[in-house]
């Protein structure tokens, strides 16, 4: 295919600076958050390198994630398949907090009371994949979300499962490019930073 796909993660916030898992809680952009999302938007017409507009553009309905796409000059539908993982009673803790009471934990080793379960984030995944794949033939596809969830979707894309996601980095407002080669899902670019171009 010569699309491809454009993951956009929501720039900094006050909870992803300090570490905290932010799901539901709606947290707005740091100043150096608005400035990375405007950054980003240039990287990623440079990644894209054309003046037509994607086929599809979806955000996740929360609001660090609407104003960044807006912020990168993209207009963007919502959608709450692309909400970040749903932390449950884990919503605003760090992970030393988390590992107080549960050693060792980790969002992708361990269940999330009260939160979503590796099955459902992997059902939300795919339900994205299918949406992206429909748009793919007529243009790239840029989806603006989260960390934890946009690495479930790169994992998603190349087959694997949602606790293989721990093996890609997403800083905020970085971007990772997803494609194929000769039909073989693969990652063109992994996390580039709003400051590389």
Request: without cysteine; aromatic residues 6%.
């Amino acid at each position: 295919m010569s699309a491809h796909v454009y993951l956009l993660r929501h720039g900094q916030t006050t909870w992803s600076e300090s570490g905290r898992h932010t799901g539901r809680t709606d947290v707005p952009l740091t100043d150096t958050g608005v400035q990375q999302a405007r950054r980003a938007g240039a990287v990623l017409a440079r990644l894209r390198g054309t003046d037509l507009p994607p086929a599809l553009v979806l955000s996740s309905p929360r609001e660090r994630a609407r104003r960044t796409a807006e912020l990168a000059g993209l207009a963007a539908d919502h959608t709450e398949d692309l909400a970040e993982w749903d932390y449950g009673a884990y919503e605003g803790l760090t992970t030393p907090q988390i590992r107080e009471s549960t050693k060792d934990w980790t969002v992708w080793d361990h269940p999330v009371p009260e939160g979503e379960t590796h099955e459902r984030i992997h059902e939300r995944a795919q339900r994205v994949l299918a949406a992206v794949r429909t748009a793919l033939p007529a243009g790239d596809v840029v989806l603006v979300g989260h960390g934890h969830f946009s690495r479930v979707l790169i994992a998603a894309w190349l087959g694997l499962p949602p606790r293989d996601g721990v093996h890609f980095g997403l800083d905020p407002a970085g971007i990772t490019v997803l494609g194929d080669e000769r039909g073989d899902p693969q990652v063109h670019r992994s996390n580039v930073p709003a400051w590389e171009f």
